[in-house]
């Protein structure tokens, strides 16, 4: 056995580190490939989900420096407001009618967010891809991926469109990657965040479950079935997921790599929503981030994977609800 464009053999230390090289490489790439199919087909169904709510309010645009970010406002302008921010691939309509609602019923405006790559907001080309394969391989030797923005250029964008509506200060609900966008601007902003919310997101802790641990079933039940996978993305892509979004913002959370020393600086009063059952990022993820923020909540759901099912999202809603409402704005700090 020989190394290619070499003739030297390799030795038996050598054979050991390219074989722990490799698996970890497959193990990084399995990982991805779970991101991206679980995040595009794992909410079977959704059977509720619908958008002409959000629809029927316009879409408006923020440009600073040629950076194009798409936002929406919808209830009483009042109101305090909280900013949604969905996750990987998601654009702003993934949130869906109910939810929205169930937050403008509790006494919020809300402000949403198209986050780059998605909805209304700027579109990079396909050559803008990063070659996954590569920059996973230099992750996994401890090299800086490539990225075409990250997820500090996401949590900016977000005070961006903060400052276009003159909102000095709003509570802060974060999906996925958006929890961690949503961690970003709770840490590098705290005097822009009132309330922080990160549902079913990560510190990407470097001691955590890798992502997708438990995903090779569900990965081999959707590469077997192509109509059900055609099926499934056109719904998606309705629901306003890109899965071309999905390579960039996968390197923009590696890039970031295990932000648990900035999390644990966050101060806002923290509600951290896990589901027990999540596929994507185990339960452990929550805890770990309700764990290093002082003074925060955790609820984990049983039945909740990593989504927010329709039987779940009412006491999901009730308890944001809730905490929103126990740290208004104007209240101060004894």
């Known amino acids: ?27 990084s790439l399995r990982g991805a490939l779970a991101l991206v199919l679980l995040v595009l087909y794992s909410p079977s169904g959704w059977p509720d989900y619908t958008r002409d709510y959000l629809d029927q309010h316009p879409i408006e645009i923020v440009d600073a420096n040629g950076v194009e970010i798409a936002y929406r406002r919808i209830g009483p302008m009042d109101a305090e407001t909280a ?34 790559d998605t909805g209304g907001s700027i579109r990079y080309a396909a050559e803008d891809n990063p ?11 401890g090299l800086p991926v490539s990225t075409t923005y990250r997820l500090k250029d996401m949590a900016e964008d977000v005070i961006r469109v903060m400052d276009e509506v003159g909102l000095e200060k709003a509570h802060l609900i974060g999906a996925s990657m958006g929890g961690m966008i949503a961690q970003v601007v709770a840490v590098n902003n705290p005097e822009r965040t009132q309330t922080l919310v990160s ?15 438990e995903s090779t079933a569900a990965i081999r039940d959707i590469a077997d079935n192509k109509q059900a ?94 905490w929103l409402n126990a740290n208004p704005i104007g209240l101060t700090e004894g």
Not at 91 to 116: E, K, T, Y
Not at 131 to 141: D, G, P
Not at 263 to 285: M, N, Q
């Open 199 to 213: 549902i079913m997101s990560s510190t990407w802790g470097e001691h955590l479950p890798e992502p997708g641990r």
């Open 229 to 322: 996978v055609q099926q499934r993305a056109e719904v998606m892509r309705r629901m306003g997921f890109h899965s071309e979004a999905i390579p960039r913002q996968v390197m923009a959370i590696l890039r970031a790599g295990d932000r648990t020393e900035s999390v644990a600086t966050i101060k806002a009063p923290t509600l951290v929503i896990h589901g027990r059952d999540d596929r994507l990022l185990s339960y452990e993820h929550g805890e770990h981030t309700a764990e290093i923020i002082a003074g925060s909540k955790l609820i984990i759901y049983d039945g909740m994977g990593h989504n927010i099912p329709e039987d779940v999202r009412p006491e999901i809603l009730r308890e944001i609800g809730l």
């Open 1 to 27: 056995m020989t190394r290619c464009g070499q003739d030297k053999a390799l030795t038996r230390s050598e054979i050991v580190e390219e074989t722990v090289l490799n698996k970890k490489l497959y193990a």
């Open 83 to 116: 900013v949604l921010v969905m996750g990987l691939g998601a654009s702003h309509a993934v949130w869906g009618d109910a939810f929205v609602r169930g937050i403008i019923a509790s006494g919020f405006q809300v402000l949403l967010i198209d986050n780059r």
């Open 131 to 141: 070659v996954l394969w590569w920059q996973l391989l230099k992750h996994q030797v």
